[in-house]
């Protein structure tokens, strides 16, 4: 058996780390960089103690083979790539086209990859990202797995966390707080009367927290604590509809209920309308997003807006000034959020 290799040194999120080399890997391996590059490319060319040994040291180290350009990181390939969890529905689509349309003043193409709402996917993806050396990532969310931050933080790449929000970004964040962002709902709804309140919710991480945080301010407010129905993400119209009825088997007397999507909002407004429950005045609806309908359904949807498109436009920004080198002098903003009053509430 060969002998353990040594821990990794933790990785930091830090801006300056420089990528890692095969040179590094061969080091830590033991090996030559050819036998490394055998072991990866052609692993029937070397023993099976020598390729677990060199996969050992990659995994550790976060190394990922540079696919285009032979390994040179002056080579620019001009291309973005933007990760999503849907493609399905618009909630991220004005934070692409903002993306998008500014990058390419810059002379980059956007890629978009739909990574979905489980670590092991994004993992997979992200590792087929690195390897082709984009000129900069934007992902969606902070809530990435051990693997994933460590092949994030590794690269070399300008990274940009979106739709969320740490104090310990990879490297740089534009997103929003999403515990704030629930209180701030919680206390609509209660300045506007209403005291029995529910939450449906899809089970993605950034809505668990958005909960969390109308939960906390209910309790604060003296509000009895909300009836609570999770489900999956995306969420859809007949998500709303089902949800509306499982909430008001459990708790008929229900007067109000903040959704994680509007398209969940939609399917409430439905349900209620099919029950002859009048909305605002027997129950209060409050959605997330802020999409195209929202303001057109009947009645017009309360909700929360997020601003995509300087979401986009400051990520967008950043990375074509790293590639050209230069400095972001503050690499982390919170754009906050709008509550939008409408009829629904």
Known sequence: MPAAL??????????????????EVAERAGVSMITVSRAINTPQQVS?????RVQEAV????????LVAGGLRSARSHVVTALVPTLTGPLFGEMVQALTDALELRGFQVMVGQVGYAHSREDELLRAIVGRRPDGIVVTGIMHSPEGRRLLAASGIPIVETWDFTDTPIDMLVGLRHEALGAAVCEHLHARGRRRLALLSGGDERAARRA??????????????????????PTTHADGREGLAALLADTPDIDAVFCSSDMLA???LTEARVRGIAVPQQLAVMGFGDIDFA??????????RIDGTRM?????????DRADGKAVAAPVVDIGFSVIEREST
Do not use: C, H
Request: hydrophobic share 40%; charged share 15%.
């Open 6 to 23: 040594p821990p990794a040194p933790p990785f930091t999120a830090t801006r300056d780390r420089p990528v890692v080399t095969l040179r």
């Open 48 to 52: 099976e103690r020598t390729r677990v």
């Open 59 to 66: 995994s550790a180290m976060g190394y990922v083979p540079n």
């Open 212 to 233: 969390q945080g109308f939960a906390a301010a209910a309790q604060r407010l003296g509000l009895r604590a909300p009836t609570v129905r999770l489900g999956k993400s």
């Open 266 to 268: 939609l399917g409430v």
């Open 295 to 304: 303001q057109t359904v009947s009645p017009s949807l309360s909700t929360v």
């Open 312 to 320: 986009g436009q400051t990520a967008a920004q950043w990375i074509a």
